[in-house]
C-alpha cells in the first residue's frame, strides 16, 4: 500500500505538543503571555515593528482593511489570482473590488498593467493588495513608486510568504508596504491550527488593529484613573477577532523552525526544476530580487484538456495534487456584481492549465520521486498516444 501524498501539510513535533499543553495548563487560555510572544517572535522573523495575532489571516485582512479606513465608496484592488479571502475582506468593508491582471510568468501581480490600469482609472483605489503567489515576492519596488505616486495603501497578502525574502530582508518588514498579512493555516508555511497575523512599522495603525480585534475597546490610564480599573471606552464598532494562547504556543514553536523548513522547501523545488526540464511543463519565473518561500511549487500543462488529465491521473495514483486559484472574478458572487469571463485573461488562461504539486517541510526524498515518476509516466504515456493517434 502505498501513502496518499497531498499537496501540502503540516509538521508538528513533540516539542509542538509539549509547547501547547504548557498553555493549556497556564493561567492564560487567550489574550495572554503567549499570545504576545509569538507576536515578537513574528517581529523578529519580519523584521517589523509592529506584529497583531489574530484568528486566521482572513480576520487579519478585514482588521487591516478597517484600520486603513476602507469603507462603502471607497475601492481596493488585488489580483484574481488569490484566495477569496484577499477580496470578500474589503466586501465586508462595504468597499468595492477590483483587479489587476498577473504576469503571464510570474502568476503575480503585473506592475505594469498596475501603471496603466492607474494611469485610465475613474476613481483610483484606497488600498492595493499585492499577493506573493506560491512564496514568490512581487515587484514591490516597482508597486511602491506607484503608491508613492498615485497615493494608495499597499498591504502585502503575504499568507504564502512566510520566510519568503525581497531584496535580502524577510517579506513582512513593509519596506514597500504599509502592512503585511500572514496565514497559519495548517496548508501554510507554518501552522498555528488557525491564524493570522499583521506587521507593520506604523504604531498608530498597529494600535488601530488591536482595538479592532477585540471590540473596539480601550482603557486608557487617563480614564481608569478617573473612573476605577474596571472603566473601558468603545469608541469604535470592532470584532472579536482575539488568538488565542494555544494557537500562539504553538506558532512560537513552529517558528523556531523556519530556517530548516525553508530550507528543505528550497531542496524540494530545486529538485522539481531539475526534473522538470526534460519535460513538457512550465514552471513559475522567480523574481531575481528575492527568494520564494515555496508554499506551493505550481507548473503549467499544455492546455486545460491535459491539466484535468494530470490531475485525475495523479489523484488516481494516491497524489493529491491541487489547484491554485479559480479566478476570484469567476466566481459567481463576483459574476453577480458585474465581473465577467474574459475580464482578466491572463489569470483565466494560467488558471486554465495550473497545477500545484506536492510541497511541504516533511515530503521524503521517496516521496518527492514518486511525484516525478509520475508525471514521467503521465507524459511518456500522453504523448505516445498522440504520436500514435
Ligand atoms: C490562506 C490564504 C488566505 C486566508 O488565510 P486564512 O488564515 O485561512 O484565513 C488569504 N490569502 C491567501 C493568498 C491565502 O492563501
Known sequence: MTDFIPYGRQCVTETDVAAVAATLQSDYLTTGPAVTAFEAACNAAFGSTHAVALTNATAALHVVYL??????????????????????????????????????S????CASALEEKLRTAKKLPKIVVPVHFAGQPCDMQKIWELAEKYGFYVVED????????????????????????????????ITTAEGGIITTNDAALAEKCRKLRSHGMVKPPELTAEHGNWYYAMDTLGLNYRMTDMQAALGTSQM??????ISRRREIAKTYYDALKTLPFGCQRGNPDGQ?????????????????????????????????YIPVHTQPYYQALGFKTGDFPVAEHYYSRCLSLPM????????????????????????????TA
Open 360 to 387: 511541504y517541510h516533511s515530503l521524503t526524498a521517496e516521496q518527492q520521486n514518486r511525484v516525478v515518476g509520475l508525471l514521467e509516466a503521465f507524459v511518456a504515456e500522453r504523448y505516445n498516444q498522440q504520436k
Open 67 to 104: 484600520a486603513l479606513g476602507l469603507g462603502e465608496g471607497d475601492t481596493l484592488w488585488t489580483v484574481p489570482n488569490t484566495f477569496l479571502a484577499t477580496a470578500n475582506a474589503a466586501r465586508l468593508c462595504n468597499a468595492e473590488v477590483d483587479f489587476v491582471d498577473i504576469s503571464a
Open 292 to 324: 520564494s518561500s515555496w508554499h506551493l511549487f505550481v507548473i503549467q500543462c499544455a492546455d486545460s484538456a491535459e491539466r484535468r488529465a494530470l490531475y485525475d491521473f495523479f489523484h488516481a495514483h494516491k497524489v493529491g495534487v491541487q489547484v491554485h
Open 106 to 109: 510570474t502568476f503575480n501581480m
Open 158 to 189: 503575504a499568507a504564502h510568504a512566510v520566510g519568503a525574502t525581497y531584496k535580502g530582508q524577510p517579506v513582512g518588514n513593509c519596506a514597500h508596504s504599509h502592512a503585511a498579512v500572514f496565514s497559519f493555516h495548517p496548508v501554510k508555511i
Open 256 to 261: 523556531a523552525r523556519l530556517p530548516e523548513n
